[in-house]
Structure formats: C-alpha cells, structure tokens
C-alpha cells in the first residue's frame, strides 16, 4: 500500500509540474532560511562550549556606585590584587588566573616590525582555563619565567617563517626582549576572547612596564579579566553574599574615614564563562559579544518563514485538489476508506518536503560563504552533522509534511463520490475562509519585515546625518604609547610645517569610544568642598584636542600653551553644567573644583558632543590636562589633515613617523571608520531583514498565486457570462482581484500594530532615535498590496482573455 502511495505521490509531482515547482520552491527556500539561521544560532549558543570545565568556570566583574547607590559602571575586568585575594579568602576556589590585554603591541624580528593587537599578559596556569593544543613547550612552564612569550603558528610563520621559534627572542618596542618558550594552536572562533601572542604575567612583577605598579595594592586599575576555577555544581551565590564583606576588608585608601565601607561604593560579580558571548554587554568587553535577543529574532524569523511557506503548501496543494476531485471519487467508489486518502495525501506531502530538505542543504551548502561574509560569522555546514542536530532535522520535513498536508488531505478526502463525478467541485465558504485566514497571516507576516526594514535603515541614516558636535571628517587616528612621549613635540611641530596636517592632538580616548573613567569631583558648596552625587567622566586631553575635532566652546576658552596654571584647571561639557546645576555655562568659567585629588578652576565650557555612539545619552564629561611627566596618560593621537590628497598625507605622515619612532609601526585609522563600526550590528540587521522581507514576500506571493487560481477555478462559468454579457477585461480583473486586495489590506491592519509595537521597542537600545513616520506603514501596505495585485492579475487576466464559450460549455 505504502508503494503505491510512492507511486502515486511521485506521479502526481510529474504531471503537475508548474504546481510541484511552486511547491517545491516555497518549501526549499523556507527550509534554506531555518538552515542558515539554525547554523547562526548553533554557533552563538556553542561559545566557549568547547572547554571541558566551562560550567566551573566565572569571570569575576566589578561595579561601581555613585554616592546615592546608583549604579554607574559595571567593568567585565577588575583590579589586579583581587585574583590573589579572593583565592586565599575563600579556599574552594580550586585556581585563579589573570589576563590583561595589551592593546596595540610593537613587536620586531630581526627587520620584520608589526603591531599586534591580540597581546595578553597571562598567568601561567591560562591553559587550565582555556585548554588549547599545545605544539611546542610546556603549558605549564611555558609563561613562568619573566620575559618569555608563547605564541600562536600564524605568528610563528609571521615573524621566522620556516625556523623554529623556539628560543627566538621578539623585541617589545626599544626596551624589551621576549624568549618564545612555547607554540600553541589559537583558541577556537567560538571563544570569548582570542589571545595570539601571550606574555608572561610574572614580567609585570618584575619591571614597571606602561606604568604598572603595585600589583598587589592597586585597586585603581581595572583592566585584568580574573577568571576562577570552582567545583562542580558549587552554589556560587554563597560566595557572592561574601563578597561585601571581603570588600570592606581587603580594600583601604589613604584618607578614607574610619569605618567607611568601600561595598557601598563597589561590588564585585560572578559571571558564568558560558555567559559571556551572549549574555555579557559590559562597558570593556574583550571582544564584541553577541546578543541573545538577537539569536531569538532570527529564530522567530526562521519560524515565521517556515510557517509562511507551509501556508503556501497548503494553498497550492488545496489549489490542486479541483483537478484531482475526479481521481478521488473514482478511489471511493472502488473501496478507498477516508483514512486511505487522508494517509495518500500525508505520504505525498511528506515525500515534497523531505525532497525540499534535501535541495535546501544543498543551497545552504552554496550560500554560506555569502552568508558569512555579510554577517562577519564563520559558520560551517558541519555543525548540523551532529546526531543532536541531524535528529530533529530529519523530523522537521515530517513535521513540516504532516502539518502542512493535513488541511489539504482533509480537504480532499471530505469529497463526495457522487459529486465530484457528476462535475467540478464547488467548496464550501467555510473552507474558503480558512484558506483566507492563511493568506492573511502569510501577507502579515511579510508586511512586519518591511516595516522593520525600513525602521533600521532610517534610524542608520538618521545616526549617519545627525550632527554629531564634532568634525569626524579627515581625521586620522593613532594608538600613542609611552615610548613616543620624548619625541612628540618634535614630531607634531615636523607634521605641522606641511600646509596638508592642520592639527595633532592628544587624548587618553578619542571619540566612538566609551567612557568609563571617573575620578570623584568635588566642588564649592559654602565654605567646604563637597562630593557630588553623580557620575563626572573624564578624559585626559592636550592643547590640540579640542581644535583637532573642531568642538565647538560654550564659555571660556581651550586649554593653551601661555598659562603653565592649566594642569590644575578643567574643561566641562554642557551636560556636566546641568547635572553640577551652575544654570549657564558663562556662571560656571572660573568655578572652583577639585578632581582626582586636584585642585583647580573651571577654565572653559564645551558645547555638549556625542562622545560615545547614539546607544548612550550625552553624558557629563570633564577634560583634564595632565602635566609634562604624565604624558603616560595619553593612549591616543588624532591627526586632522586637509583632505584635499589624502594618500599623499598619509605617505608624509608615514614617513615622519618612521624618522621619529622607528622601532614602532605607524597603523592608523580614520575616525568615520570608526564612527560607522559602532553600528556595524545594525548595518548587518538591515541587510538580513532586507533579505528575509523577500523571500517572505516570495513565497507569500506563491500562496496567493494559489489562491487566486483555486478561487478562479471556482468562478470560470461568472467569468464567461460576465464576457458574454459585455463586461471587459479590466472590469472583470478588477472584480476578481477585489476580493484578494482586502485580504491584502487585513494583512495590513493586523501588522500594523504588531510591527509599531517591535519596531518601537528595539529603538529604545538608542538614546537618540526616530520617532516611527505614519508613512512607513502606508508605504509597506502600498508595496504588499502592489505585489498582491500583480501576482493575482496574472490569473486573472488569463481568466478574462480565455474564450467564454469554453467556461460555459464545461457544464
């Protein structure tokens, strides 16, 4: 019997061929989708995943309060002295170790000089952490000694090609040589963090390297990601109830009242390693992480699109079953029970949609280098060969087929032998309804995405035009270390003599980035000095970083070269101005402060500027000129040039820069790249929401393609009298497209709300955005019911131009 239901299924494919094609295309690209996305989520879900002990492995994290208990930062990385302390506070932590990213590293080899960015001083017990094959050296002993370096084969063959690197010896900048003791194979592209080169962290102990002191009692500096190894199943919350009170004893600074408790103004955190990727969007991640709202999108995407072509399934199938009503009485009156042709039908859809699944891992497997190289993701097709995985996708096609081919196999089995034989079968409203409600929900679904599309592309055009208080334009942008310190004037002032460098400034952070540094401000309130109550970010700056973005002053003036004083003064934004509550920025110039210990006055008022991306709101910031002998402070050195030949510029800045700083080399970047990389995410979104909108609206055009040809099928003998009678053809497409254009526009009733609502809360992530335009939706409800109208006109107009005596004579 089962054969036979082969048989069948496979006869019916061939001689209905256009209908089989719309139903193998509508199923195929559906499947496609939830194959690509299911490889997107796959690889979000499986980071850090590779580590055997990932589940007893946390990060440790550190917020800070303002003085009304205000929460106001929350780092991912925390002070040195905390790994040690808390090991030997708390005995069931099994290990500690401690990773601090190095940024933009020079590093030489004989000739070869790059910068390398994924540098980490690392404890030598890292490889219990995050194990890794290890080619060359001992993992254990391979970052015990100061000055050695273990490293990735990519950067082996960078530096000494074919040698062997064990024992070469890499130069850090002028000063520093690392003796490569080890090999190791990187960590994995679904890991957190990806250290390439690895400096052992016992060198920090050893020398003052970049101004790090006092690892022991430095509770200032937090930029070491500390990570601890606990039991299985550890109730880890115990631990954190302790942590108040660990505060209030390991932490003192010089001055603090007796009995102050640092917990009120710190805490630390817990923080699962398997957490991290998805569920981590702390203010200094290692790497940018992923979310996992967004993994939930794309799955209701995948959803809706699988959901979309099963309705399509089950128009075309229903569609279809007019021209089989004959084979099916001829079936009843042989014998065939309800169930034999509801279990035919199921078999038939059943065997489209594993033919589907088969065409569509073939697809996938073509389109995935597209796919990654617009979302940035390196997923492979080899993660769905896991039994795990395979499993439920063998069941889907059976799911699929089951739910997708019941309506039509109920449908068809419902039929009367004495009817369908008699002549063409005419369907109940009821079951048209149903048919209609399908359409609907498909046509509601594709006109969600067109809205949501069309959203982030204008919130992107409205981050991309809106100004920005400074001149992002021709600005190139330089990591500045300590080693450039001693020849900078001289450089600046070689820059400045060609009329093509315009300014070279200096700053700790440069705009697109974040800000996280607070000193405590405290200002004139009578005749004391008292704390304020709010969070006052600052960022070290020279005389040229003002001018070198073209920030605009309020009050007062930059700081200036002619008054030796301004080390000891401060620059404010507007919003520091409000939040401080000086009303105007003229009342402030000359108001007393004290920052980080510093006594001074306000010397200059800047327009407010968006410092950080259009995610944060304006916040209050302080500039502060650091002194000659801490130009340490300094990480960052912006060049604005003409514009006017840009290559020529950076070939002169090229090679002054080598005159001046040989053993560095000179990467730079230009301050819009950085600009439009803060919103790399929803470039990707626009585009992926574009894609889907399409193949939503494809094959939600098939189903009404369906439809129209079901509903036609119905009224060939109103078609041939209406000719017959002399209506026209325009008059009688417009009647038969009236009826799909309301369910068009349904659609649109139903998804206008639905999208408002989604679309509105994903614009609260921007502090800045738009207000949704009514136009938008108008827009989305004109182009769905273009695209309805063209689709069901094609039938239409076929209907209207076949000779009425052959719609009347079939009865």
């Given at each position: ?6 048989i ?24 496609t ?18 580590n ?56 030489s ?8 960015n ?60 690392f ?135 089950m128009?075309l ?31 038939e ?25 617009l ?25 699929a087929?089951?739910?997708?081919g ?11 032998p ?21 359409v ?46 001693p ?27 974040r ?8 200002v ?126 950076i070939d ?23 600009f ?12 992926l ?89 108008i ?33």
């Amino acid at each position: 019997m089962f054969k036979n239901y082969f048989i069948t299924a496979w006869r019916n494919l061939k001689k209905y061929k256009f209908i089989s094609f719309i139903n193998l295309a509508g199923l195929t690209v559906g499947f496609t989708c939830c194959l690509l996305i299911s490889l997107y989520e796959l690889n979000e879900l499986s980071f850090d995943q590779f580590n055997p002990k990932a589940h007893q492995i946390y990060r440790v994290t550190r917020k800070f309060y303002s003085q009304n208990g205000v929460e106001n930062l929350h780092l991912s990385a925390v002070a040195p002295p905390f790994g040690p302390l808390l090991q030997n506070t708390f005995p069931d932590i099994q290990k500690v170790t401690r990773l601090l990213p190095n940024g933009v590293t020079p590093l030489s080899y004989k000739e070869k000089l790059f910068n390398e960015n994924n540098v980490y001083w690392s404890e030598e017990n890292v490889f219990a952490f995050f194990p890794t094959k290890i080619i060359e050296g001992d993992a254990e002993k391979g970052l015990s000694e100061p000055y050695s370096v273990m490293i990735t084969p990519e950067i082996a063959r960078k530096y000494f090609d074919n040698e062997d690197p064990i024992n070469k010896v890499i130069k850090m900048g002028a000063q520093y040589n690392f003796k490569v003791t080890g090999v190791y194979q990187p960590l994995p592209p679904n890991s957190h963090i990806h250290p390439q080169i690895m400096l052992s962290f016992s060198t920090l102990n050893d020398t003052a390297l970049y101004g790090l002191k006092n690892l022991q009692t430095n509770f200032g500096n937090n930029a070491f990601y500390t990570y601890l190894l606990l039991p299985e199943n550890y109730p880890v919350a115990n631990m954190v109830r302790q942590f108040p009170a660990f505060i209030d004893k390991a932490i003192y600074f010089p001055g603090q009242p007796p009995g102050f408790k640092q917990s009120k103004t710190t805490s630390l955190e817990l923080q699962k390693l398997t957490d991290i990727h998805l569920q981590s969007h702390l203010d200094d991640e290692a790497e940018v992480n992923g979310d996992l709202r967004q993994v939930y999108i794309f799955s209701a995407i995948a959803f809706f699109i699988l959901l979309i072509a099963c309705i399509n399934y089950m128009n075309l199938s229903s569609a279809r079953s007019i021209m089989r009503a004959r084979e099916i009485g001829v079936r009843k009156v042989v014998g065939a029970e309800r169930k034999q042709i509801m279990l035919q039908f199921l078999t038939e859809s059943v065997c489209i949609t594993y033919i589907s699944m088969i065409i569509a891992f073939f697809l996938t497997w073509i389109t995935l280098p597209f796919v990654n190289n617009l979302s940035g993701q390196r997923l492979a097709i080899q993660s769905l060969f896991r039994w795990e995985i395979v499993t439920p996708l063998l069941l889907l096609p059976l799911i699929a087929g089951l739910l997708s081919g019941s309506y039509p196999a109920i449908l068809m089995s419902a039929f009367k032998p004495v009817k369908v034989l008699k002549g063409p079968v005419k369907v109940s409203r009821k079951s048209f309804s149903f048919r209609e409600v399908l359409v609907v929900v498909q046509f509601a679904i594709s006109i969600i995405l067109i809205i949501a599309t069309t959203v982030v592309f204008q919130q992107l055009r409205y981050i991309q035009n809106a100004a920005l208080g400074f001149d992002r334009q021709h600005v190139i942008t330089t990591d500045y270390g300590t080693p450039l310190s001693p020849h900078f004037d001289a450089f600046r002032n070689s820059l400045l003599q060609s009329s093509q460098i315009q300014e070279v400034g200096r700053s700790s952070r440069i705009p697109t980035g974040r800000l996280l540094d607070d000193l405590g401000a405290k200002v004139l309130s009578g005749d004391s000095m008292v704390p304020i109550n709010a969070d006052l970010k600052f960022v070290s700056a020279d005389f040229d970083f003002i001018p070198a973005y073209g920030i605009q002053m309020a009050a007062g003036r930059n700081f200036s070269r002619d008054f030796g004083s301004d080390t000891a003064n401060f620059i404010i934004n507007e919003a520091a101005v409000q939040m401080l509550g000086w009303k105007t920025p003229q009342n402030s110039i000359g108001k007393d402060m004290n920052y980080g210990g510093t006594k001074g006055k306000i010397i200059g008022v800047m327009k407010d500027f968006h410092f950080e991306s259009m995610h944060q709101p304006i916040i209050p910031l302080l500039l502060l000129l650091p002194g000659p002998s801490q130009t340490s402070y300094f990480g960052n050195m912006s060049i604005k040039i003409s514009g006017s030949n840009v290559p020529a510029t950076i070939d002169l800045i090229q090679k002054k820069w080598r005159a001046y700083f040989p053993d560095i080399p000179f990467a730079y970047t230009f301050m819009d790249e950085n600009f439009d990389n803060l919103y790399k995410s929803e470039q990707q979104q626009g585009k992926l929401f574009t894609i889907f909108s399409f193949i939503a609206i494809f094959i939600a055009c098939l189903g009404l393609l369906g439809l129209s040809a079901f509903s036609i099928n119905q009224r060939l003998k109103e078609i041939g009298i209406r000719k017959v009678l002399g209506a026209t053809v325009a008059e009688i497409v417009g009647a038969l497209s009236k009826d799909f254009l309301k369910l068009v526009f349904l659609s649109a009733v139903i998804a206008f709300p639905v999208a408002w609502f989604s679309m509105n809360k994903w614009l609260q992530d921007f502090a800045y955005r738009i207000k949704i335009p009514w136009w938008i939706f108008i827009a989305a409800a004109v182009i769905a019911l273009f695209i309805a109208l063209v689709t069901v006109s094609y039938q239409a107009i076929k209907a209207a131009l076949t000779n009425p005596v052959h719609n009347l004579r079939s009865e």
